[in-house]
């Protein structure tokens, strides 16, 4: 998700822990087939995958799952090809939602997402209905813990960098600094950050939103619900919502 720190804090405050260690899991086995998919199974030529198995192995990713995640994303198992999707449609109070889904077999994905809409009164859009909320940039993230935001905003506008966000990890919900540009300024910003020494914790392709819609009151509760259960499908990689609630009313909602 995008734009709003608060609800990932609260929602890792709430879940269960055997059930955030599995999804943590998920996401590292997805951002490797995806790194894999893009740049191929050679970690050494390929700088996201690197990053990737990193990041799998801080969690304790098991070694045969990480290894698999390699070869099946770089299509190197038999009838195990994956596809990347994204689904759009309107969440409660108007909020636009991208869901990005990494899938071996989309007639089993685009049910269950349209199930998690349907279910809750809200209906799956048509391919462009939200993308024009939103801009595709390119993102670098790291750690925000440690980290100088005026040396940072320096390094980055050097390399290409357009604007710094803070944000939260959805894996941990730890804080962290999100660094956005243009696309093809990608790889320069990254390279350029890690050489000027700063801990980058993972890159890529980034829905910005236009503008955050304010959100309250039963709104909130029902499309905070949504979103959870969008995140919460098996082939969900992010999701996506231009939204804002404040903190007084996320603290309300985390009671219920």
Known sequence: MAGHSKWANIKHRKGAQDKRRSKVFSKAVKDIMIAAKMGGADVD??????????????????????????????????????????????????????????????????????????????????????????????SVLMPAEGVDEDELMEAAMEHGGDDILADSDDASGDDILRVVCEIDALEGLREGLEAAGFPVSGYGLWWQPAALIPVAGRDAEKLLDLIGALEDLEDTQTVYANFEISDEEMERIASL
Do not use: W
């Open 45 to 138: 030529a390929n700088p996201r995958l690197r990053l990737a198995i990193a990041k799998a192995k801080a969690v304790s990713l098991p070694k045969d799952n990480l290894q698999r995640a390699i070869l099946k994303g770089a299509g190197l198992l038999d009838g195990e090809g994956m596809e990347e999707i994204t689904y759009e449609g309107y969440g409660p109070g108007g909020v636009a939602l991208m869901i990005e889904c990494l899938t071996d077999n989309r007639n089993r994905t685009a049910p269950e997402v349209r199930h998690a809409f349907s279910k809750r009164g809200q209906t799956l859009g048509t391919s462009g209905s939200s993308a024009h909320s939103y801009h595709r940039v390119g």
